[in-house]
Structures are given as structure tokens and as C-alpha cells.
């Protein structure tokens, strides 16, 4: 290679956007953070929206800061999944695009398999059913709000929305579409069957581009408006989980990984879906990742538990440090009460320590009362969620896995990493931390021709980055306390 590729790499998360430069220079990827920026829901007249039109402005001041940084070669850009803009026949918004924790859904899937039953429908897709899903936001409007869809041309998901509004070019990322809902699995586009019954217009889909194209340049306004040349910008894995996958530091063909964010994302990688009865049952999912390879992987809350407890008690005027709820945690007596991290009263935003003191009192369990019982609880309920996964996911694949690989935010807690290998009773490598960043930026360099495939970048992101083990401890009283938070949920 004649000179270090730099890759600019946008990461969005539910309360967070960072732009990171990656240079690569032929043996490892050196992450730059050159903008951070707070990603901040919105609610009006009881409607909870995304600021877009911000975050496309802290997208600008990302490429400007990138620029002073020493420049970039390509853009890529990943996000959270099924959320969506909806944009007329002149490319305008229609309405500001609203959040997945919106209470729009509530009642929509219900809704839906009075017209596709759910066995149909998960044969169809393979997707794991969730209120939020895109699928079901549409729903909502075609059911209350009608004349959006009426006046909508084009849906763009959030990543695609942000590299048209970058490019002018309108395209819909692979691994991104599947979270909708509306993909069928055997054809790999969009369900005309799905469209069809729930009324969906058919017009509102762009064509389905696959991980790692290039769709398009920064366009004339963009490059006069931040003093940049025009650079390609990649549809990377817009769906942050499956960037996030494409950075597993595995040299193993069965893998199987935990990404530890506000949502857990739990589970493999497969040459091909897998759905029937048992992956319906246990609600698994089977998303599109690079090279159309399967994620096969369970939704999971995660660290969202955490995060909005911590606001909650900083709305009261008590503000503590995760270190400090991590501490707290520590000095409480272990095992005394569970939840199940994916109940819905967990979902929406609010008073997370409450709802948790009312799923123990309605469960006949001890009812934690101080902040460490409470969060015990959370990091408790959470890893044991883990290995309930980890035994589903297992059955369904019929192999057996000797590690689980950390990935993201999540590995900075190290007390949850601890918890995971005791709850599970195999090791866990934690790391990379960045792995989303590093997937998104592994696929601009396979798009550029500076890495050969996503084996390869895998070996890179080996290299570039820091692994810790966890091993199991107090195995046997983990396997005690399993039996206690199966009946506890159950």
C-alpha cells in the first residue's frame, strides 16, 4: 500500500454520535475521535421524535474537524436500527422521524397477525418480533395517521437518510433493511407479500444495495460548505449491530458474541438463516450482516437498565458515577430478587427502579429498597438473561461454544463482563470496546481495496486492539441462583 488509508467512521447511538478517524496502514487501524456529540430525543404534544436536522449539522462538523485532522479518503456511517424518515416527491421530510421508544406501537403486532398469522409471518421474515420494529411503525401510521404515508415518495432508514442528505442518492443498505421486518428471507428484498396486506405503499422502498457499496460522493454543497474534496461515501453495515459483528476479534468460524451497549445483542454468525419452530419460540432473530452472512442474534435490554436508572435518580437530585452504582452494586447481598430485562414495562423511558421494585412484588420476591439492591438486581437479571441466550441459541445452531466475545461500551463494565463469565460458565474476551467503529471503517477498507475480505479485517482489528479475559468464579452458586431467576420469570 503507497500511503495510510484514513476512513471517517460516523457512529450513532441512542444518546450519542461520535466521528472517529481510522488510518490504516497496512497492519493495523489507529482510531482518531475528532467530534463528540449527545444525541437528545425530543418530545412535543406527546410524540418522541429524533432531532435529525441537528445530528445532520454535527455530521457537517464532524467532516470539518476530520479535515483539520488531516483529511479522510471515504465516509461510513452506521446507526441504530428500524427507525426511518419518511421524504416527499421534492426529498423534504415529511415530518421529523420519530423514536423507536415512541408508545406509537403499543398494541400493532396484535394488530398484525389478525392479518398474517405469526407463524407465517416469522417464516416469511426470520426477524424477532418487537413493538419497535419498522414493520409496526408503519402500521401505526397507516392505521391513525394516514395521510403521512399519503404524502410520503420515499423511506429512507436513519444511516441512508444521512448519506442522501451527504450524497443526493437514495439507497437502502442491506443489513439495515432487514430490521424491518419487511425483508423475505429467501429473496433478500423487500416482502411485496408483507407491503401488500398491511397496505404498505411500494413506492416508499429504494432499491437494496449490499454492505460495502459505494453509493455515492459528497455532494458539490456539502464540499463547499466544509472546504472538503468529494470522497466516496460506503453503505457500511448501517445497522450498528452487524458493524459491530464484522470487528469480532475471532479466528473461529463459530463464534458466538455479546454486543453490550444500551441494547445486548446476543448471539452467532451463519452461512444461512435459520427458521422453524424452535427460533420461533424462543423469538431469535436473523439479520442480514456483510457478504449477506446471517446474524443470528436475540434482542436483548441491556445496559439501558443501567443508563435510565442512573437519570431517574438524577431527576430525584441524587447523582451517582457508574462507578459508584457499580460499587453500590458490589456491597449488596447477592441473588435476592430478578427481573426479566425484556419485559415491556422496561422498554419506554421513565422510572426504571421503581418498575423493578414492582416486577419483584409482583413476582412474590424480596423488593429491593436501596440503589445497590436495585442495581444488583439489574446486573444480576442481565447476565443471567445471558446464559438463558446462550443455551437457546445453542440449541437452535446444535453447537456448542468454549467463549463469549464481548463487544462495545459494554466491556468498559467490568463487573457485568465478571458476571457474564460466572453466569454463563465459560470465559469471556472483552474487547474491542470500539468495535462498531472498527467494523464500519473494516468495510470502507474492503470497499477501497486495502483489505481483502472481512476474515482479514478481522485478523487487523486482533491486532490493533486490547483483549481482557474473564474466567468463571463461583460457578456452582451462579448454577443455584439460575434455577431462582428461571421460576422468578418464567
Not at 413506492?203 to 459528497?218: A, E, K, M, N, Y
Not at 476479534?249 to 451463519?270: A, H, I, N, Q
Not at 437452535?396 to 463487573?415: A, R
Request: charged share 25%.
Amino acid at each position: 500500500m503507497q500511503k495510510p488509508i484514513r476512513a471517517l467512521a460516523f457512529d450513532f447511538g441512542a444518546s450519542s454520535g461520535r466521528a472517529i478517524l481510522g488510518m490504516f496502514d497496512g497492519e493495523k487501524i489507529a482510531l482518531t475521535e475528532v467530534h463528540r456529540f449527545s444525541n437528545d430525543p425530543v418530545d412535543v404534544h406527546g410524540t418522541t421524535y429524533w432531532d435529525t436536522l441537528r445530528l445532520f449539522f454535527e455530521i457537517k462538523q464532524g467532516i470539518l474537524k476530520a479535515k483539520l485532522a488531516g483529511g479522510f479518503d471515504c465516509i461510513g456511517i452506521d446507526t441504530w436500527g428500524v427507525d426511518f424518515g419518511l421524504l416527499d416527491e421534492f426529498g423534504c421530510l415529511v415530518e421529523n422521524p420519530i423514536h423507536y421508544r415512541d408508545l406509537r406501537t403499543k398494541g400493532m403486532i396484535e394488530e398484525a397477525f389478525k392479518v398474517i398469522p405469526k407463524e407465517e409471518f416469522y417464516k416469511k421474515t426470520g426477524i424477532q418480533f418487537m413493538e419497535l420494529n419498522t414493520v409496526f411503525q408503519l402500521l401505526s401510521l397507516r392505521k391513525y395517521r394516514p395521510h403521512i404515508l399519503e404524502r410520503a415518495h420515499r423511506l429512507l432508514f436513519t444511516p441512508d437518510l444521512f448519506a442522501y442528505m451527504l450524497t443526493g442518492e437514495m439507497h437502502t443498505e442491506y443489513s439495515i433493511a432487514t430490521t424491518s421486518q419487511m425483508i423475505d428471507i429467501e429473496t433478500r428484498t423487500w416482502s411485496g407479500e408483507i407491503l401488500d396486506k398491511f397496505g404498505i405503499p411500494r413506492r416508499l422502498f429504494t432499491d437494496i444495495v449490499p454492505s460495502g457499496t459505494v453509493t455515492g460522493q459528497l455532494s458539490p454543497d456539502v464540499c463547499r460548505e466544509c472546504g472538503v474534496e468529494p470522497v466516496p461515501v460506503i453503505a457500511v453495515c448501517g445497522h450498528d449491530t452487524q458493524s459491530a459483528i464484522s470487528a469480532v476479534p475471532s479466528s473461529e468460524k463459530d463464534f458466538v458474541f455479546l454486543s453490550s451497549g444500551t441494547w445486548s445483542l446476543f448471539g452467532t454468525e451463519l452461512d444461512a438463516p435459520i427458521v422453524n419452530e424452535k427460533s420461533l419460540e424462543i423469538n431469535v432473530t436473523n439479520e442480514g450482516g456483510y457478504g449477506g452472512v446471517t446474524g443470528f442474534l436475540k434482542n436483548i435490554i441491556g445496559l439501558w437498565l443501567i443508563q435510565e436508572s442512573r437519570r431517574q435518580w438524577a431527576r430525584e437530585g441524587q447523582n451517582y458515577s457508574y462507578a459508584d452504582l457499580e460499587r453500590l452494586a458490589l456491597e449488596s447481598k447477592p441473588f435476592r430478587c430478578f427481573i426479566d430485562p425484556d419485559a415491556p414495562e422496561f422498554v419506554p423511558r421513565g422510572d426504571i427502579p421503581q418498575r423493578v421494585r414492582d416486577y419483584c412484588a409482583k413476582t412474590g420476591q424480596y423488593v429491593p429498597q436501596t440503589v445497590g439492591e436495585i442495581m444488583r438486581c439489574i446486573y444480576e437479571s442481565l447476565a443471567m438473561k445471558y446464559r438463558q441466550t446462550l443455551e437457546k441459541i445453542s440449541a437452535c445452531t446444535e453447537k456448542t461454544y468454549g467463549v463469549i466475545h464481548v463487544i462495545g461500551g459494554g466491556v468498559k463494565d467490568t463487573l457485568l463482563c465478571r458476571m457474564t463469565a460466572n453466569a454463563c460458565g465459560v470465559p469471556v474476551k472483552a474487547g474491542p470496546i470500539e468495535a462498531t467503529v472498527l467494523g464500519n471503517i473494516a468495510v470502507q477498507l474492503i470497499a477501497e481495496g486495502a483489505v481483502r475480505d472481512i476474515a482479514e479485517a478481522r485478523q487487523i482489528v486482533s491486532r490493533s486492539e486490547t483483549v481482557r479475559d474473564y474466567l468463571p468464579e463461583d460457578v456452582d452458586a451462579w448454577r443455584e441462583a439460575f434455577a431462582a431467576y428461571t421460576q422468578a420469570t418464567a
